[in-house]
C-alpha cells in the first residue's frame, strides 16, 4: 500500500542544533516527494519539493529511492522553525486512477532557546 | 493572487444536525481538496473535486459530501453530524494539472465542533 511514514510524533532540539525530520514511504512508482509545514497559528503551506533541490529556509531534503526516505535537514535549528511538518507523497496510487497526495501524520519540531 | 479563503472560520452544531461548508480557490485553479485535520489523526484526506467532478475519494463515509461549482467554488456538507465528527476542515487548491497535484495552496480552515 502506499504509505508516509513519519516515525517521530514529536521532535525537541536547541537553537542551533542539526535536525533532521524522517520521513520514509512506499510507492512503487516514481513519487514526487514534499514537505508541508504549519507554523503555530498560520495555515499549512508547502515548504518543498524534491524536484526543485532547493534549500528553503535553510532547509534541505533529499530523496533516496534505494531507502525510501525523503528526510528533511537542517544544520543550525532556529526558534522560529518550531512548528508542524508533514511529508507527502504524490502519486498515481491505483491502476487506473487519477494523481493523489497523500500527507505523513506530521512531526511536531519545537526548537527551544 | 487572493489565496484561498473558507467560510465559515467556526462553526458549533449539535449531534444530527447537518453542516455545509464553503471553499474558493485561488483564481485560475480548478482542482479542490478537502481534509479533515486532528490532534490524533493528523490529516486525512476527504475528496477531491476537479471541474466539478470528484476525481479522489478517501476512506470517509457517505455522511461526507461535497460539490463544486462551475467557477471552481466548492462544497462540503455533512450530515447527520457526531461528536467525531469535531475537526479543522481544510479545503486545499491547485491547478489540477499532471504533476501538480502535490503543490496545494491551503485555505485556514473551518473550525467545527459538534456538542
Known amino acids: 500500500a502506499q504509505r508516509v511514514t513519519q516515525p517521530e510524533k514529536l521532535l525537541s532540539v536547541f537553537k542551533g542544533a542539526p535536525v533532521e525530520l524522517k520521513c520514509n514511504y512506499s510507492?512503487?512508482?516514481?513519487?514526487?516527494l514534499f514537505w508541508y509545514v504549519q507554523y503555530s497559528r498560520q495555515r499549512l503551506q508547502l515548504l518543498l519539493r524534491h524536484i526543485s533541490r532547493e534549500s528553503i529556509k535553510g532547509f534541505t531534503a533529499d530523496l533516496n529511492k534505494g531507502e525510501t526516505s525523503f528526510h528533511l535537514k537542517k544544520p543550525f535549528a532556529q526558534e522560529e522553525d518550531s512548528a508542524m511538518y508533514y511529508c507527502?507523497?504524490?502519486?498515481?496510487?491505483?491502476?487506473?486512477?487519477?494523481?493523489?497526495?497523500?500527507f505523513g501524520k506530521g512531526t511536531k519540531l519545537t526548537v527551544n532557546p | 493572487k487572493a489565496g484561498v479563503t473558507q467560510t465559515p472560520r467556526y462553526l458549533i452544531k449539535t449531534r444530527g444536525q447537518q453542516v455545509t461548508l464553503s471553499c474558493s480557490p485561488i483564481?485560475?485553479?480548478?482542482?479542490v481538496s478537502w481534509y479533515q485535520q486532528t490532534p490524533g489523526q493528523g490529516l486525512q484526506f476527504l475528496f477531491e473535486?476537479?471541474?466539478?467532478?470528484?476525481?479522489n475519494k478517501g476512506n470517509f463515509p457517505g455522511r461526507f459530501s461535497g460539490r463544486q461549482f462551475s467557477n471552481s467554488r466548492s462544497e462540503m456538507n455533512v450530515s447527520t453530524l457526531e461528536l467525531g465528527d469535531s475537526a479543522l476542515y481544510l479545503c486545499?487548491?491547485?491547478?489540477?494539472?499532471?504533476?501538480?497535484?502535490?503543490?496545494?495552496?491551503f485555505g485556514p480552515g473551518t473550525r467545527l465542533t459538534v456538542t
Open positions: 486545499a487548491s491547485s491547478s489540477g494539472v499532471v504533476r501538480a497535484v502535490g503543490e496545494q495552496y
Open positions: 510507492y512503487s512508482g516514481s513519487p514526487e
Open positions: 483564481s485560475g485553479h480548478r482542482s
Open positions: 473535486y476537479f471541474s466539478e467532478t470528484q476525481r
Open positions: 507527502a507523497l504524490s502519486g498515481f496510487l491505483t491502476q487506473g486512477g487519477s494523481e493523489k497526495l497523500v
